[in-house]
């Protein structure tokens, strides 16, 4: 294998390079000086002009959050990027060139009856629209956001943003006016059309419930959501509780007529009737009453007295005659307690019949209870759709009225534009002119002038030295080998014999 050369330039040899080629690295160097001191001397440097802009909340028909703020963050991402597509819009680009005026030309009147602006000036003014966040944060994340616009001409550039902000503000009052004057318009015709709707069921239920007549009352209190007996209830319970009292006097005149039937062979039964059953014979109770006293006197005397006294015989006569009247009065008091029943059982038959017809009213209305519970429901319903429509309507014509009189952009300050232009100075561009042109002179140089110099010795060759094979070894000339002692082998583990070591 060949030997091969240590490459590589010592710092004489740089020196010595970069004097004898001098031109080689000092030329492109100048040039691109040169070049880019032209270049940034004739370029036109771009001036940026800013204008802050604060974005908030509609305040029309937003009771229910804070005026002025936003629900959440989407919202407020959703109405900044709503702005941005409205200022990079055909209409807003064109109304704000218009404004401004075409720039000044430079070949006088040659180009001055074109018309302004042309598509392409639009497209240069869409390039030259930067709509940024504040330093830092996320777009979207705050209420504030610049736009700015580059252009040669720092006044121009200023126009240009103060004509962009104040078109912004106009189309997007425009969008917002043209936004709730369709919503106004949606929402009215909803309202007519929900209220037209609310009229018709309104007048079938009015109809439904003419129909109903005296009945309407108790339908009204089944279908209550609160409850509570009507009118027919009521008269079911006063009719219930009546027929209940009529069954407890027909009960107690049964009892008495058996009683007064059974006191006509034997008085001394009637003596034992409560006074609750003779409550209705008066005449009965006032015999009972004189029998007892008859009676009463009639052993009083005959405890002080003899039989044959002539008190006590008359007392014996009043409790004789006594008795006969009262066995006198029982058949009239049967035939009284006779009519008294009749007359109860007419009046039981009366109160069922009615309180029948009660019942099979009310079986009646609650036939008519499904049917009159949709229709209310549906009439209820309705209202609270038209209620929420009307609402809706008054907040879109609040919001229409707003978009009119106030905007959701406000301007943070005046327009800046800054105290230097955008982009590298014309030192900085030279510079790098120059920097570009030496490095690419210094890089011919060492590609292709990297020759040593006349009379200079040549670099050190370092050689390898050449591997000795078995061919080439001389065993003559080898030194003979001395046997170590024994025990010398011994201590390293191997044993010697006749000269040759191996191994134990």
Do not use: C
């Not at 490459?7 to 040169?34: N, T």
């Not at 982009?423 to 890089?443: D, E, Y």
């Not at 046997?483 to 006749?498: K, L, N, V």
Request: cysteine-free.
């Amino acid at each position: 294998m060949p030997p091969q050369p240590e490459a590589g330039l010592s710092p004489r040899e740089v020196v010595r390079l970069l004097q004898e080629h001098w031109r080689v690295w000092a030329l492109p160097a100048l040039a691109g000086l040169l070049l880019a001191g032209a270049y940034a001397a004739l370029s036109t440097r771009q001036w940026k002009a800013t204008q802050g802009l604060l974005v908030r909340s509609e305040a029309a028909g937003f009771a229910e959050q804070r005026l002025g703020k936003f629900t959440d963050l989407a919202e407020m991402k959703t109405l900044q990027e709503t702005v941005l597509e409205v200022a990079r819009s055909q209409s807003v680009v064109e109304a704000t060139l218009k404004e401004v005026g075409p720039p000044p030309s430079r070949f006088g009147g040659w180009f001055g009856n074109r018309d302004w602006p042309t598509a392409q000036d639009v497209a240069d003014f869409r390039d030259d629209l930067r709509l940024t966040p504040p330093g830092g944060a996320e777009f979207g994340k705050t209420e504030i956001f610049y736009i700015s616009v580059l252009n040669k001409n720092v006044e121009r550039a200023q126009k240009l943003v103060d004509a962009l902000a104040t078109q912004l503000e106009d189309r997007m009052q425009q969008l917002r006016n043209q936004r709730a004057e369709s919503m106004v318009a949606e929402l009215r015709q909803g309202v007519e059309i929900g209220t037209q709707r609310l009229d018709a069921q309104t007048q079938e239920l009015s109809r439904f419930e003419a129909g109903l007549g005296a009945d309407l009352s108790d339908l009204r209190s089944l279908v209550s959501p609160i409850g509570g007996p009507g009118e027919m209830g009521q008269r079911a319970l006063a009719i219930e509780g009546e027929l209940r009292q009529h069954d407890g006097e027909r009960q107690r005149l049964e009892q008495l007529l058996a009683t007064v039937r059974a006191a006509e062979s034997d008085p001394n039964l009637l003596l034992a009737t409560p006074a609750e059953l003779l409550a209705s014979q008066p005449a009965l109770q006032r015999l009972k009453d004189g029998l007892v006293d008859a009676r009463i006197a009639v052993a009083r005397l005959s405890g002080a007295r003899s039989a044959s006294h002539p008190l006590v015989r008359a007392a014996q006569e009043t409790e004789r005659g006594v008795a006969v009247q009262l066995r006198e009065e029982l058949p009239a008091a049967v035939a009284g307690i006779e009519l008294q029943l009749r007359n109860n059982a007419a009046r039981i038959k009366t109160l069922t019949a009615k309180l029948s017809d009660v019942h099979g009213r009310a079986g009646s209305i609650a036939r008519h209870r499904s049917e009159y519970s949709e229709l209310i429901a549906a009439v209820d319903h309705q209202t609270r759709l038209v209620d929420a429509s009307r609402k809706q309507l008054s907040d879109a014509e609040a919001l229409r009225a707003g978009a009119g009189s106030a905007s959701v952009l406000e301007r943070i300050d005046q327009v800046e534009a800054g105290i230097r232009p955008v982009g590298p100075g014309r030192v900085t561009i030279a510079a790098a002119g120059g920097l570009g042109g030496l490095v690419l002179g210094l890089s011919v140089l060492f590609v292709f002038y990297t020759t040593p110099a006349p009379g200079a010795a040549p670099p050190a060759v370092r050689t390898a030295t050449p591997r000795m094979t078995a061919a080439d070894y001389d065993y003559a000339s080898r030194p003979a080998v001395t046997p170590m002692p024994y025990d010398t082998h011994e201590a390293f583990g191997y044993s010697t014999y006749a000269g040759t070591a191996s191994p134990r």
